[in-house]
């Protein structure tokens, strides 16, 4: 499931931004169908219950679905010129933004091993007194995190001027960072942005696969095609799953709307003959 969510959104952020979407729209549901079971609501007990699930299917099963199928073939549905190309646009620009610094900081990094290559081999706690290479000040401090009961190491790299270029962090044990050399330090950092710059290699072709849109982007359009138009399928099987979405939705939302209207005729009509 966990893989699932990950494979419907970009990045960690969006995936926690999805599953707190879903939770609070079945959280809602599954509130509505509670409350069905008072007995205040003994009269509407079914119609309630027929709204969540109506709920439960409308904003989160069919967009799911439809989102894990536009991701599998991003073909499978049609959208509206503006909206297609606006949220393109928009992803495009998003992964431009996130993505433009990470090759400078690679070389960066890369020019800091390169003009420090003496120290490479020191251990972290080493480099606590102002350590002088040909073109650094290098000068790492270690202290206790209270809160989260662990250890950060801070290595400031300075210029011969003793400007602040560069600062690395690394949180651990102390075991772990009284171990560490100076060399895996800048490692590590740069096979991080490395695998961060990759990653948004991979989302930049899936962009121009037209592969971008994710649970919460998609959301607002599944919900509203019905009325809009601006969502069509066109692969056998989309209009298979949509076909089947609308039928349900308007079925279960015709049944609720005319077990209200039939309650409320009852009262206004036992009001009259009193």
Request: proline share 2%.
């Amino acid at each position: 499931m966990i893989l699932t969510l990950l494979n419907i959104s970009f990045g960690v952020g969006e995936f926690f931004s999805t599953v707190f979407l879903i939770l609070i729209i079945l959280s809602f549901s599954t509130y509505l169908y509670r409350i069905s079971k008072y007995q205040k609501y003994h009269k509407s007990k079914y119609a309630i219950s027929c709204l969540s699930i109506m709920l439960t299917l409308h904003l989160v099963v069919f967009p799911f679905l439809y989102t894990l199928m536009l991701k599998k073939d991003p073909e499978s549905f049609e959208f509206k010129t503006a909206i297609h190309d606006n949220r393109k646009q928009t992803v495009l620009n998003e992964l431009s933004e996130d993505s433009k610094n990470i090759p400078y900081e690679i070389k960066y990094l890369e020019n800091i091993k390169l003009s420090n290559n003496t120290i490479l081999n020191r251990r972290l706690n080493e480099l606590k007194k102002l350590t002088f290479t040909e073109g650094s000040i290098i000068h790492s401090d270690i202290n206790l995190n209270i809160t989260g009961r662990d250890f950060m190491a801070t290595v400031y790299v300075f210029d011969k001027n003793g400007i602040l270029k560069k600062k690395l962090g690394r949180s651990g044990s102390h075991v772990e960072l009284d171990s560490m050399k100076f060399g895996s330090l800048i490692n590590n950092d740069i096979n991080y942005l490395k695998k961060e710059l990759n990653y948004y290699k991979v989302k930049k072709t899936e962009l121009d696969r037209n592969n971008f849109w994710t649970f919460a982007t998609l959301l607002p359009y599944s919900i509203s095609s019905i009325f809009t138009g601006n969502m069509s399928p066109l692969t056998p099987m989309a209009n298979i799953l949509y076909t089947l979405h609308y039928i349900i939705i308007y079925c279960i939302g015709i049944g609720v709307f005319l077990h209200f209207l039939i309650v409320n005729l009852e009262l206004i009509i036992r009001k009259r003959k009193s």
